[in-house]
C-alpha cells in the first residue's frame, strides 16, 4: 500500500510526498488547478468566436459526459498508483496484467501539460502590466480604442512579454520546488473564494450595461446553424483544458487523496465549481463587449481589452481591476504549478530532488514559452504548417494550443476512458468509486470512447 496514516501526518519529503490534509483541501487545491486563465481568459474568447450558444452547450454536454467521468478516472488512477502519472500508469497497468506500454499514456499526459504550460505562463504573465496599470488609474475612462492599443503595445514588445514570462515562470517553480502542499493550501484555500466574489460584483456591474439579457441570449440560445465539426472539437478540447484533465495534472494530485474520500462526490463538486467560474466569466464580460460596440470574436486579447473600458466606468473601478488582475494571476498560478507537477513528480521519482527538477522542468519550459512570446509579435507571420489546410495562418502559439486542447489531450482521454473502461478490472474501479460505479462504468466504457471517436471522425474527415 502507498498510502497509509503515517504518511498522511508526516511530512511532504523529496521522496514520497504526503497526503493531502483532508478532503476540503483536496478539492481546494484541485479547484485552483482547474479555475484559472482557462475559464476567465479561454472560455469567453473562444465562446466569441464560435458563435454563442451552441457552443457553450456542446462544451456543458462534454463537462458532464465526458469530462467529469473521466477526472473520477484519473483520480482514481492517480490513487491507486500513488505515484506521477507516468509512475502510476506503469504501476497501474502492470497490477491490471497489461501491457507495459500503457505508460504511454502518462508520457503524452506529462508533454502535453509541459507544453501547455509554456505558454500559459506567457498569457498568465499579462496580468502583472495590468495590475500596474490598473493600480496606477490608468483605466479611468479609458475608450474601447485605447484600451485595444494598450494591449496591442504589450503584445508587440517581445522584451516585457519576456519579464513578465520570467516572473510567472519563476513563481511556479517556487512553489513547485517547496512540494505543492506546501503554500498550496493557504494559497487556495483563501484566493479562490475572493475570486468567486470578485466575479459575482463583475456580473451586478454588467447587469447595468443594459445589454445583459443580450449577453444571456449570445451565451445560452443555441444557433446550431453556426456550429462546426471543428467547433466541437474545441467545445471537447476546451473541456479537458479547463478541468485539468488528460495532462496527468489529477492524475498526479490523485496521488496525494487519501483512501476515505469519495472520488466521485469531490469531482462534481469541482466540476460544478469550475464551470460555475466561467460562466460567471461569460456573463460579466459578454454584456461589456456588446455595450461598447467590441467584437465577440476579438480572440485570445477579449477580456484584456473589454474589462478595463468596465473598470475604467465603474466606481473604484481602480481598485477592483486591480483586485482583478491580482486573483486572475493567483488562478493562474495555482494552475500551471499543477502543470509542472506530472513532470516534476516523475523526475523526482527517478531520482531527482525536488528543487532541482522544478527548476529543470521550468527551466525547459520557460525556453519553449520564448517562441510562443515572439510569435506574437517578431514571428507572428511565421506560421510553419500551412500546407496543411487545419493549420493554415496557424502561429508557434496556435499551433501549440491546438496541438494540445485539440489533438494531444482527446487521444489522452480517449486512451484512459478505453483503459478504465476494458483494461482495469471493475472489482477493482468498483472498489475506490463505491455506489457511482454503477453509473460512472457504462460511461467511460462506451458513451465517453464513441463519443470521442465521432468527434474525430468528423474532424479527419
Ligand atoms: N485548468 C486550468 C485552466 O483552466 C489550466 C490547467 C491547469 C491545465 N492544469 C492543467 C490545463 C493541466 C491542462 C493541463 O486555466
Redo the contacts with the bound molecule.
Keep these: 500500500m502507498p498510502h497509509n496514516k503515517q504518511m498522511a501526518q508526516g511530512q511532504p519529503t523529496s521522496i514520497s510526498p504526503a497526503l493531502w490534509s483532508s478532503r476540503f483541501v483536496f478539492i481546494m487545491a484541485a479547484v485552483g488547478?482547474?479555475?484559472?486563465?482557462?475559464?476567465i481568459w479561454?472560455f469567453p474568447y473562444i465562446t466569441g468566436e464560435n458563435g454563442g450558444g451552441a457552443f457553450v452547450l456542446v462544451y456543458l454536454a462534454c463537462i458532464a459526459v465526458i469530462g467529469l467521468p473521466l477526472m473520477m478516472s484519473e483520480v482514481m488512477v492517480g490513487r491507486r498508483g500513488g505515484k506521477s502519472p507516468i509512475g502510476t500508469m506503469a504501476e497501474v497497468a502492470k497490477a491490471e496484467g497489461r501491457s507495459k506500454h500503457w505508460v504511454g499514456v502518462g508520457i503524452m499526459a506529462t508533454l502535453?501539460?509541459f507544453l501547455?504550460l509554456s505558454f500559459?505562463s506567457v498569457i498568465a504573465g499579462w496580468t502583472m502590466p495590468y495590475i500596474i496599470s490598473a493600480m496606477s488609474g490608468s483605466f479611468s475612462d479609458i475608450s474601447a480604442e485605447d484600451s485595444g492599443a494598450l494591449f496591442g503595445g504589450l503584445l508587440a514588445s517581445p522584451w516585457q512579454l519576456l519579464l513578465w514570462h520570467s516572473i510567472f515562470m519563476g513563481l511556479t517553480v517556487l512553489v513547485s520546488a517547496g512540494g505543492v502542499r506546501h503554500g498550496l493550501e493557504r494559497a487556495v484555500t483563501k484566493l479562490m473564494p475572493a475570486l468567486f466574489i470578485l466575479l459575482l460584483i463583475l456580473v451586478g456591474y454588467a447587469a447595468t450595461t443594459g445589454h445583459f439579457g443580450e449577453a444571456v441570449s449570445f451565451l445560452f440560445k443555441p444557433d446550431f446553424s453556426a456550429l462546426t465539426a471543428e467547433a466541437i472539437l474545441t467545445a471537447l478540447g476546451h473541456a479537458?483544458?479547463?478541468?485539468?484533465?488528460?495532462?496527468g495534472?489529477m492524475m498526479a494530485y490523485g496521488a496525494y487523496l487519501p483512501k476515505h474520500v469519495s472520488i466521485a462526490r469531490t469531482a462534481v463538486v469541482i466540476a460544478v465549481m469550475?464551470t460555475g467560474v466561467a460562466l460567471l466569466a461569460g456573463l460579466a464580460i459578454f454584456p461589456i463587449v456588446f455595450a461598447h460596440g467590441l467584437a465577440a470574436g476579438e480572440g485570445p486579447g477579449l477580456i484584456f481589452v473589454t474589462l478595463p473600458v468596465a473598470f475604467g466606468q465603474m466606481p473604484g473601478g481602480g481598485f477592483f481591476a486591480t483586485l482583478f488582475f491580482v486573483l486572475l494571476l493567483f488562478?493562474?498560478w495555482t494552475?500551471?504549478i499543477?502543470?509542472l507537477e506530472s513532470l516534476v513528480s516523475y523526475l523526482n521519482e527517478k531520482g531527482i530532488g525536488r528543487v532541482k527538477a522544478a527548476i529543470g522542468g521550468g527551466l525547459a519550459a520557460w525556453l519553449v514559452g520564448i517562441t510562443t512570446l515572439l510569435s506574437l509579435n517578431v514571428w507572428s507571420d511565421f506560421t510553419p504548417l500551412d500546407m496543411f489546410a487545419r493549420f493554415e495562418g496557424k502561429t508557434l502559439f496556435d499551433l501549440y494550443d491546438y496541438l494540445?486542447a485539440n489533438i494531444m489531450?482527446p487521444v489522452v482521454a480517449l486512451l484512459i476512458a478505453l483503459f478504465v473502461g476494458w483494461k482495469m478490472k471493475p472489482a477493482h474501479s468498483a472498489s475506490e468509486l463505491g455506489a457511482w460505479h454503477k453509473l460512472w462504468f457504462p460511461v467511460v466504457r462506451y458513451l465517453s470512447p464513441i463519443a470521442l471517436l465521432i468527434v474525430f471522425y468528423f474532424n479527419l474527415k
Design positions: 488547478s482547474a479555475v484559472g486563465l482557462g475559464n479561454k502535453a501539460a501547455i500559459y479537458f483544458f479547463t478541468l485539468s484533465l488528460a495532462s495534472a469550475d488562478a493562474a494552475s500551471s499543477s502543470m494540445t489531450m
